[in-house]
């Protein structure tokens, strides 16, 4: 090879070099990922478990014609309060008027041949004693008064029973409480069997009756509290409920539960609680669905963690935890019940460390982090254990 040549290969290599060692030096460093953690501390944590149940009067009063025909009237403000006592619906009574004066001839009648016999009786009996008449005349005479007297009770008793299906014609309110929409209208004909039409439902509101169910497992750890805690069985035991309505809010009355029921349904393994709630503002009403939040155990020095904070993988739970000198590092926990948005972390964590919150997307274990410790947030005290 020429000398030339040779020269002008090494003045490129040297140049290629120096042109790499350029470009290296003008890469700049990677910085940490930012992300958002949150600081681990202990705490007492109340287990609430909630219900979803449905809403009842304290007395609902089904109103039904007790006698058939057409409703001709009605004299209530759907949707009203109603007293005991007052006139809700008439049905014709005509028909019913008619009966009950045939049945007061009846009773007419009956009374004239009663006072016929009570005579024939009393012109006998002298006759029989002087032996004018023969005793078999007395003692017909006397079984023919004595029939007349019972004939006379029949027949009250069937004017009795006419006058109270007379009455069956105005229908009126058994019990105070708001009346619904009627089922009904005038002209109608109601009161026939075997199906008759429910006219209308009379609720009691001042205290209003919540249903729900509670699974066998629910019951059992419940049961299993109150024993441990030297309290009642849970039916006798007067736990606090908090009643949660459909906006989110939470009832300002707590309740109490009134019965649970004495076996569990071997259909749904379900057992049916009742629980009354106090409502003198008239807010909760018939029907509707609430949720029924119950108090049980307290977590000492428990830990709770925003859910979004927990990676789930085919049935394992992970977290990122930054240790003093901001490294990330990927540590799997155990989880207990969810406590409104946060989680319950039994195992796996301690107070005081630094979970990762948001930016989960740019960590990865091991690596380096620019952590910003988040403003702590506040449990609604919730959780989704009840029935969905």
Known sequence: MR????????????????????????????????VTVIETKAQD???YTEFVGETHGLKDIAIRARVEGFLEGIHFQEGGPVKEGDLLYTLE??????????????????????AKAKGDLDRIRP???????????????????????????????NLRAAQIQLGYTRIQSPIDGI???????????????????????VSQVETILVTFFITENQYLEVARYLSESGKKSVGEEKLSLELL????????????????????????GAMLVQASFPNPEGLL?????????????????????????????????????????DTAHNREISVGPKIGSDWLIPEGLKPGERVIYEGLQKVKDGAKVKPTVAAPTNSNGSNDQGEK
Do not use: W
């Not at 070099?17 to 700049?28: D, M, R, S």
């Not at 004693?129 to 003692?139: G, K, T, Y």
């Not at 929409?181 to 006219?199: E, H, M, S, W, Y």
């Open 3 to 34: 000398p030339k040549t040779v020269c002008l290969l090494a003045c490129l290599s040297l140049s290629m070099i120096a042109c790499g060692e350029k470009e290296t030096a003008q890469v700049p460093a990677i910085p940490p990922p930012a």
């Open 45 to 47: 944590i109340p287990i």
């Open 93 to 114: 009574s005509q028909p019913f008027k008619e009966k009950v004066a045939a049945q007061r001839s009846a009773v007419a009648e009956q009374k004239t041949f009663l």
């Open 127 to 157: 006759l029989a004693e002087i032996n004018a008449v023969s005793q078999s005349d007395l003692d017909e005479a006397v079984a023919a008064y004595e029939a007349r007297i019972s004939s006379v009770e029949a027949a009250k008793a």
């Open 179 to 201: 009346i619904g929409k009627t089922q009904a209208k005038v002209g109608d004909f109601v009161g026939r069997d075997p199906n008759p039409v429910i006219l209308n439902t």
């Open 245 to 268: 309505l459909v906006d989110g809010s939470v009832y300002k009355h707590s309740g109490k539960i009134d019965f649970v029921n004495r076996e569990v349904d071997t259909t749904t």
């Open 285 to 325: 009403r018939p029907g509707q669905f609430t949720k029924v939040r119950v108090k049980g155990r307290v977590v000492k020095d428990g830990i709770l963690i925003p859910q979004r904070c927990v990676m789930e993988v085919q049935g394992l739970f992970n977290v990122y935890v930054v240790d003093g000198d």
